[in-house]
Structure formats: structure tokens, C-alpha cells
């Protein structure tokens, strides 16, 4: 099968991700000796300046580890909690029906630092000034500025000018968009990590690491957001508003760790978040196709994407109904992944196309449904949405979805699957004595009441932030994901479907043509849904579009490389290590040797 590029082969470690520095970056760390948790740390932090649209210091980081030494696995909760102040009554108050997606009312705890600072404390063996510097390196000499990164500024230029003139001080150097290919620097960010680094204080490396916490959390950072979010930001609504999130918020949190879910398939664990994310939604994509026998079928053939489709139709819908953050609600995984649940769910599955947003029928559990997104399309059209979304996704007319990837496996067979996003720099302004802004995942909540994924004060928004790991026969065999929002949870099955199934490598897999439908509501403001639309990559062959709008799929072609921006790394039983990573936007890159 065609590929772009070589599978990456090695014995020694391996890193891919969604650009090339932070790829080289997390192998720079494992050739100086560290192990696979402080690579995957300093290439995070690398690609808040190598990719700033597309996430930053103020995002979130959900992260799956596999601890080599100790043979279990790990759910790092990077995904931070809303304000004490973000009630249903506060948002009424203020006349809206849906969180806004820029500005400051949808910035939640800011996760990402704290999850990336628990792993190395607790897996890694760095101290945090070393992690730090690469990233420090770049922000303070300049990095290469990709196309995109341009475009993006570019694109909310008059709002930053207008509205957000401390976005415009650190994005439009001498007051212009800064050119592709040239040197963009970051001297407030590097200045912010820097003074970080000098609070690494303590007797242990442990101690060290928890000072630098504190100063985030309960120093001079949360300070800073303290005092910037007494002030008003223009945002989608097109009023301005003032901020909810607090310094007591931020003292009042740490990332958590915890179990991941997992799911048994074809001699394989998948292995994922909990429902305070939509990574169970792929466990029960699984849970449904297990009764149809993909092996037999082309992987880039109709019967094959018809048959995925659908059954990430009945998955997501489920998400739409029954998942929230479990410390709130009862999620009822156990009953959504059930052998009678799914045989139930796999009958809804016929030979064409449903049009319907269908949840199932869980005893105790009422399952509402937004029957309403497709309504809200209008809205992505107002000039006030500047700076919404996410941009892989915006860009095929979607709203909603995009950040970055890394995965790493060591030398010692321990492996990081980390989906790190938010903070984007077109998502809120800039905190002048920080650098940099806060991301905006609040507008994942509902303004409704009694729902699972209903707003409450100190609770996980349902993020689409999804990393993947697989364990196979028992031992832990690949860490793999993607950026693109609610594609996330359907380009990972289907990388991970043709693999299994269809015996491709890492590359071969990703490089393949892919595919998403745009069925269920957004997580995204507006929380739009376009029913029954399914998107081909455009090397797929006009038979197979016939043939779903033939099934009544709403189906159309994109461009030749636009689905996914996929990357994974597998160890196999021989010792050998793998990676591929993905060709589309020229930015990601597998290492290692």
C-alpha cells in the first residue's frame, strides 16, 4: 500500500507528534537520557510555541501513560474545572443560551501545566528548568512560523486590533501579521517561564517541582488571571464581558490521576479517558462493531466507511445523552458497553443511512438529545464568531476542532499518549504579564438544566479531547491520537480499525484515505449538527461516493489530504519500535532510532 513516507523503525525510542520540533525535541530528551515522560513534557511545552493556534500555556492536557516499571496504566486529567462563580443563574443573568466561544467567560482552570508537571514529578526524572528550555529556546531566540500560524492571526487581526490590543502586542509585532517562514518570538512567554524555573525551589526534585505548582497555581500566574479577568473582552455574542475564573479557583485544583476505561477487541485493550471526555465514545464503536466482520470488507471501500459511520452515529449520540464529569453524575459506562446494550445497538444498523440522532435506552437515565443544532447554523455566519472554533475543522466548514498530538515510547517500554489544545491565540486576549491567553472549553457545557453535561460550579466541561493507547495480548503495544475535536474519536477507530483488521503499519494507516460525519451537535459553539453528512477524503474513488448517497449517506468529497491529523508509536514483542505520523500540513513527524 502507498505510503508518503518510511514507518520509523528503532530499538532505542521513538516520538511522533504534530510538528517536527517537538517530535526532534522529545528525542533530543530521550537521547540525553531521559526516559519517555520527560521527552513527552518538553515536547509539550515545545508545541505551545510551535503550534500557538493551536494550543497554549493556558489549555488543557488529557494524558494516557503506560508505566513500564510498575506494568499499569494511567489517565493524567488535564482537563481543568469551570469557575465557583459559572452558574446556570450567572449565565441567565447575563441573557445567554449558549457559552461563548472567545473571551473570558469559557475559561476554565487552566489544566495543561499542572498535568504536565504531575508526569514529570511522578514518572519523570528531569528537573523543570530542564524540560523547560527547549520551549524557553524557542520562544525567547524565535521559531519557524508555519503557514497556518500566520493565517490564523490573520484572521482575527481587526479584532485584535480593535478589541484585544494585548493579543495584538504579542501577535502583531510592529503591527502587522507576522510573515510565514520567518522568526516569531515570544519574549513575555519566555519571561513567564523563566521566572517560573527560578521558583524551582525545595531539598527534592519532587519538592522542586511541586514549588513551581504552587507558584502557577497559587503565585503570581493566578495572580495575574485574577486581575485580567476584572476587565472586559469583547466575544462571540458581540458584548463584552467580564471574567469568572479566580485566583481561589486555581488554588483550589490539581490534575488529577486515575484509571483509564478500557475495552477488549480482536486480542486488543483500547484503553481511553473517562466520560468527562468523548473518548468512551470509541470504546463503544468497538462494543458495536464487533458483531460485523471488518476483515472481509475493502477499508476504503462503501460497506466499510457505511458500517463506521454508523456506528459512530449511535456512539456519539450516547455521548450527547449519558456523558459528563462522573464526579458530578452517574455515567452508566458499564451498561453503554455491554455485550446485550451493543447486540441492542448494532440491530439499528441497516443497509442505508440514518438521518436520526438516536441515544439508547438506559434504565434510570432520561438520554435528552439536542434535536435543535441544525437550526443554529445561521449563527456561525455573524461577524461576531471571529476567532470561534477550532481551525483543522473550521477549514472544512466546520465548527469546532483542532490542537496537537505527541506520542513517545523509551528505551524501558514506558509510552505517553498526550492530546494537548486551548489557549489557542485566537480564543481569548492575552494576559499582558504572562504572554499568553486561556482557553475557552466552557462553551463545551450546556446553559440547560439536569442534563449530564449541564453547567455546575467546579465541574470538568465533556471535553473532545481524546489520546489513545492499545494494549495487545496484555502488554502495552501503541500510543496513538489525533487533533480535530469530534473527529478525534472517529480518525483514531478508524487508523486503529485498519490495523487490526487489515494489517496495515502505523503509516499505512494514517496516510490512507479517511473520513468523519458531521451527524451529532458539535461540542463547539454553536453547537451546530448537520444530519446525515459524511465527508470523503478526495482520494476516494467516485464509486464508493455514489455508492453511500446511494445508502442516502449526505455525502461529498473534501480535498485529496484534509482528513485527520493523525500520529502513532507501537512497541512490538521483538523489542522493535514504530512510528508514523502525519503527512497532511506538512508539519508532523515521527523520530527515532
Known amino acids: 500500500m502507498f505510503t508518503t513516507r518510511p514507518e520509523i523503525a528503532g530499538t532505542f525510542g521513538v516520538v511522533a507528534s504534530t510538528h517536527w520540533l517537538a517530535s526532534q525535541v522529545g528525542m533530543a530528551v530521550l537521547e540525553r537520557g531521559g526516559n519517555a515522560f520527560d521527552a513527552a513534557v518538553a515536547a509539550g511545552f515545545t508545541l505551545q510555541v510551535a503550534e500557538p493556534h493551536l494550543n497554549g500555556p493556558g489549555g488543557d492536557a488529557p494524558i494516557l501513560i503506560h508505566d513500564a516499571r510498575a506494568n499499569s496504566q494511567h489517565v493524567i486529567c488535564g482537563q481543568g474545572v469551570s469557575p465557583a462563580a459559572a452558574t446556570l443563574g450567572a449565565f441567565a443573568d447575563l441573557g445567554l443560551d449558549l457559552i461563548p466561544a472567545t473571551g473570558f467567560l469559557p475559561a476554565m482552570v487552566p489544566g495543561a501545566f499542572d498535568a504536565w508537571c504531575r508526569m514529570l514529578r511522578d514518572w519523570g526524572t528531569w528537573e523543570l528548568p530542564e524540560v523547560l528550555s527547549y520551549a524557553i529556546g524557542y520562544a525567547t531566540n524565535g521559531v519557524h512560523l508555519v503557514p497556518r500560524v500566520s493565517a490564523t492571526i490573520e484572521s482575527v487581526r481587526p479584532m485584535f486590533e480593535r478589541e484585544w490590543t494585548s493579543s495584538a502586542a504579542v501577535f502583531l509585532p510592529n503591527g502587522t501579521t507576522p510573515r510565514p517562514h520567518t522568526l516569531f518570538r515570544r519574549p513575555a512567554l519566555a519571561e513567564t517561564w523563566q521566572r517560573l524555573c527560578r521558583e524551582a525551589v525545595g531539598p527534592s526534585r519532587e519538592a522542586r517541582i511541586d514549588a513551581v505548582r504552587n507558584a502557577w497555581y497559587r503565585g503570581f500566574v493566578a495572580e495575574a488571571i485574577d486581575r485580567f479577568f476584572q476587565t472586559e473582552a469583547l466575544d462571540v455574542s458581540g458584548r463584552r464581558h467580564r471574567g469568572l475564573l479566580t485566583a481561589d479557583d486555581m488554588a483550589g485544583w490539581e490534575a488529577g490521576v486515575e484509571p483509564p476505561l478500557a475495552y477488549e477487541y480482536h486480542g486488543h485493550t483500547v484503553l481511553k479517558c473517562g466520560p468527562w471526555s ?56 458499564a451498561h453503554l458497553l455491554s455485550d446485550p446494550y451493543n447486540a441492542e445497538r448494532r440491530g439499528l444498523i441497516g443497509q442505508t443511512a440514518s438521518l436520526a440522532l438516536r441515544p439508547g435506552s438506559v434504565p434510570g437515565h432520561v438520554g435528552w438529545v439536542d434535536h435543535e443544532a441544525a437550526s443554529r447554523l445561521p449563527l456561525l455566519a455573524n461577524p461576531s464568531a471571529s476567532g470561534s472554533g477550532e481551525p483543522t475543522i473550521a477549514r472544512m466548514g466546520v465548527s469546532g476542532a483542532d490542537t496537537c498530538h505527541v506520542d513517545v515510547i523509551d528505551r524501558f517500554g514506558n509510552m505517553v499518549s498526550a492530546t494537548p489544545s486551548g489557549g489557542w491565540l485566537q480564543s481569548s486576549p492575552v494576559i499582558p504579564e504572562l504572554g499568553f491567553p486561556l482557553g475557552t472549553r466552557g462553551q463545551m457545557f450546556w446553559l440547560r438544566p439536569g442534563l449530564p453535561n449541564s453547567l455546575e460550579p467546579r465541574k470538568r466541561p465533556r471535553t473532545t479531547l481524546s489520546p489513545s493507547m492499545a494494549l495487545r495480548d496484555g502488554k502495552a503495544w501503541m500510543a496513538f491520537g489525533t487533533p480535530g475535536g469530534e473527529q478525534q474519536d472517529q480518525w483514531s477507530p478508524i487508523m486503529f480499525l485498519r490495523m487490526v483488521h487489515h494489517g496495515m503499519t502505523i503509516q499505512q494507516a494514517i496516510d490512507a484515505p479517511s473520513f468523519h460525519t458531521e451527524h451529532w451537535p458539535s461540542s463547539f459553539w454553536p453547537r451546530v449538527a448537520r444530519p446525515g453528512k459524511l465527508v470523503l477524503e478526495g482520494r476516494f474513488s467516485d464509486s464508493v461516493l455514489e455508492a453511500l448517497r446511494r445508502r442516502d449517506h449526505v455525502a461529498e468529497k473534501g480535498e485529496d489530504w484534509s482528513e485527520g491529523r493523525l500520529s502513532g508509536a507501537r512497541l512490538e514483542a521483538d523489542g522493535q519500535m514504530f512510528a508514523g505520523a502525519n503527512p497532511r500540513g506538512m508539519q508532523g513527524y515521527a523520530v527515532g532510532r
Open 278 to 333: 468523548q473518548g468512551p465514545t470509541f470504546l463503544q464503536q468497538l462494543a458495536i462493531l464487533r458483531g460485523f466482520d471488518l476483515g472481509k470488507l475493502d477499508p476504503v471501500g462503501p460497506e466499510f466507511v457505511h458500517l463506521v459511520v454508523e456506528a459512530a452515529k449511535l456512539a456519539f449520540a450516547d455521548r450527547e445523552a449519558f456523558y459528563g464529569d462522573p464526579d458530578f453524575v452517574d455515567v452508566p459506562m
